[in-house]
């Protein structure tokens, strides 16, 4: 499994973007063959994202969907400022139990 970390230093209104990059995005990646998750987070310095893919190139290739839709989307909240990318494969895993 493999984990992409996109930050925004300067996103704005976390909330609001977050909510329609959930909209907007979340069905494109969910299109993307081995795509798992997608979470959008509020770090009190702006806002950012993680997502979970099956493979490097499942992730790569919904990193790539995923900047171009923030840049074209939400640039209103980023002053068109590119995020941070963190990408790597997941070499261990804790979940909590589900009910």
Same mark, same amino acid.
Request: proline fraction near 5%; charge should be negative; aromatic fraction near 8%.
């Given at each position: 499994?493999? $984990? $992409?970390?996109?930050?925004i230093r300067t996103m /704005?209104?976390?909330? *609001?973007?977050?909510?329609? !990059? $959930? &909209? @907007? ?8 063959? =081995? ?8 770090? @009190? ?5 993680? #997502?979970?893919?099956? #493979? /490097? &190139?499942?992730?790569? !290739? %919904?990193?790539?969907?995923?900047? !171009?839709?923030?840049? !074209?989307?939400? =640039? *209103? ?10 990408? %790597? &494969?997941? /070499?261990? #895993? $804790? ?5």
């Amino acid at each position: 499994m493999y $984990v $992409v970390i996109r930050k925004i230093r300067t996103m /704005r209104n976390v909330e *609001e973007a977050a909510r329609r !990059a $959930v &909209e @907007g995005l979340g069905p494109i990646l969910k299109q993307t063959p =081995g795509f798992r998750a997608y979470h959008v987070f509020d770090d @009190g310095h702006g806002g950012g994202s993680v #997502s979970l893919f099956d #493979s /490097r &190139e499942a992730a790569e !290739a %919904g990193n790539e969907k995923a900047v !171009a839709w923030l840049m !074209a989307n939400l =640039g *209103e909240f980023t002053d068109g400022e590119p995020p941070e990318v963190t990408m %790597g &494969e997941v /070499r261990g #895993s $804790v979940t909590g139990d589900v009910p």
